[in-house]
């Protein structure tokens, strides 16, 4: 079985002509942002968010910086919205950037209010963040993942202690005195996503039994992905990994028929091809394999092998964009 979340980027459309800027991301001046437009999208897409819980799909939000592809800098805020005004919806934030954050224990707290008020319906997803917001955050982009996973353990361990305060003695972190109120609604504490970019970087996912996610990665990349977390579950668990802890984000369109889902797919590749981004935030040392850094420096996206600019039938061959009539998009 399935399950299907609802997600937008909530990406902030009116540009001036990108041949007018050197990047989407990171330093586009924000004299370009018109926050009347602002509020009516934020209005519309939490809207779409409530439509959603209505119609029984589960939601799902992220978090970026300094971009107009993604205008929700601080997750948190949105979720806690949608925690009161959804019923029925699971609410996946994926992710907390929480390489990048200096306080873990306050994600942890922000997430477990969150559980609290929505009784129980969080699904809390961390990410490492995107190479282009390295330099922003002003961390190590090679130390991203070491970062990741000690934030990890001190949130992990802030939702589980409930017999008085812990100090915590991290490489990257320390904290004192963690006790957290309120602590998490789901016990011992909600389900974590964290998304995978290589087979190697499944292995703790899996390891950890958290949900594995990819994003836009392309089906030989899926499968490498996805083999590598069920050989480390496995290994680990000695049992074979359930079908719910691997999940996959594509983009979508559906229309009454074949013709109109095309058309509106054309329209949705502007996620990918309007993403403009220099290599020096595309690509900081460090933050990539050396193999996956070639790929990107030749003009593929994440080492998927697939240009941004590539048409929608390879798009749709490559399992990147799902279009078509409904019944067609569910085959």
């Not at 990171?26 to 809207?47: I, R």
């Not at 949705?268 to 935030?281: E, F, R």
């Given at each position: 079985?399935?399950?299907?979340?609802?997600?937008?980027e909530?990406?902030?459309?009116?540009?001036?002509?990108?041949e007018?800027?050197?990047?989407?991301?990171?330093?586009?001046?924000?004299?370009?942002?018109d926050?009347?437009?602002?509020?009516?999208?934020?209005?519309?897409y939490?809207?779409?968010w409530?439509?959603?819980?209505?119609?029984g799909?589960?939601?799902?939000?992220?978090e970026h910086?300094?971009?107009?592809?993604c205008?929700?800098?601080a997750?948190?805020?949105?979720?806690?919205?949608?925690?009161?005004?959804?019923?029925?919806?699971?609410?996946?934030?994926?992710g907390?950037?929480?390489?990048n954050?200096?306080?873990p224990v306050?994600?942890a707290?922000?997430?477990?209010?969150?559980?609290?008020?929505?009784r129980g319906?969080?699904?809390?997803?961390?990410?490492?963040?995107?190479?282009?917001?390295a330099?922003?955050?002003n961390?190590?982009?090679?130390?991203?993942?070491?970062?990741?996973?000690?934030?990890h353990?001190?949130?992990?361990?802030?939702?589980?202690?409930?017999?008085?305060?812990?100090?915590f003695?991290?490489?990257?972190?320390?904290?004192?005195?963690?006790?957290?109120?309120?602590?998490?609604?789901?016990?011992?504490?909600?389900?974590?996503?964290?998304t995978?970019?290589s087979?190697?970087?499944?292995v703790?996912?899996?390891?950890?039994?958290?949900?594995?996610?990819?994003?836009?990665?392309?089906?030989?990349?899926?499968?490498?992905?996805?083999?590598?977390?069920?050989?480390a579950?496995?290994?680990?668990?000695?049992?074979?990994a359930?079908l719910?802890?691997l999940?996959?984000?594509?983009?979508m369109?559906?229309?009454?028929?074949?013709?109109?889902?095309?058309?509106?797919?054309?329209?949705?590749l502007?996620?990918?091809?309007s993403?403009k981004?220099?290599?020096?935030?595309?690509?900081?040392?460090?933050?990539?394999?050396?193999?996956?850094?070639?790929?990107?420096?030749?003009?593929?996206?994440?080492?998927?092998?697939?240009?941004?600019?590539a048409?929608?039938?390879?798009?749709?061959?490559r399992?990147?964009?799902?279009?078509?009539?409904?019944?067609?998009?569910?085959?």
């Amino acid at each position: 079985m399935m399950k299907t979340w609802f997600f937008t980027e909530d990406a902030y459309p009116y540009l001036p002509d990108a041949e007018t800027y050197e990047s989407i991301r990171v330093n586009l001046p924000n004299q370009h942002y018109d926050p009347g437009k602002g509020a009516d999208l934020y209005h519309m897409y939490l809207d779409l968010w409530c439509a959603a819980d209505e119609i029984g799909l589960d939601i799902m939000i992220n978090e970026h910086h300094q971009t107009a592809t993604c205008v929700i800098p601080a997750a948190p805020i949105m979720l806690g919205i949608l925690a009161r005004q959804t019923q029925r919806a699971r609410l996946l934030i994926l992710g907390n950037p929480i390489a990048n954050r200096s306080q873990p224990v306050r994600v942890a707290e922000e997430m477990a209010m969150i559980d609290i008020l929505s009784r129980g319906r969080l699904e809390c997803g961390f990410v490492r963040s995107v190479p282009y917001e390295a330099a922003p955050a002003n961390v190590l982009p090679f130390r991203g993942a070491e970062r990741l996973w000690e934030a990890h353990d001190l949130i992990m361990k802030a939702w589980t202690t409930h017999d008085g305060p812990f100090n915590f003695e991290g490489r990257w972190f320390h904290a004192r005195q963690v006790n957290i109120w309120p602590r998490p609604y789901q016990q011992p504490h909600p389900p974590v996503w964290i998304t995978m970019g290589s087979a190697g970087s499944a292995v703790k996912v899996a390891e950890h039994k958290h949900v594995g996610a990819v994003f836009l990665a392309g089906y030989p990349r899926i499968r490498d992905i996805y083999d590598g977390y069920r050989t480390a579950y496995l290994r680990a668990h000695g049992e074979a990994a359930p079908l719910d802890r691997l999940a996959y984000l594509g983009l979508m369109f559906v229309g009454d028929n074949g013709e109109k889902a095309r058309e509106g797919a054309e329209k949705v590749l502007w996620y990918m091809t309007s993403n403009k981004v220099p290599p020096h935030w595309s690509n900081p040392p460090g933050y990539h394999p050396p193999e996956v850094a070639a790929q990107i420096n030749k003009g593929a996206r994440g080492g998927a092998g697939l240009p941004l600019t590539a048409a929608l039938p390879e798009q749709i061959a490559r399992g990147n964009v799902f279009a078509g009539t409904p019944d067609e998009v569910f085959e």
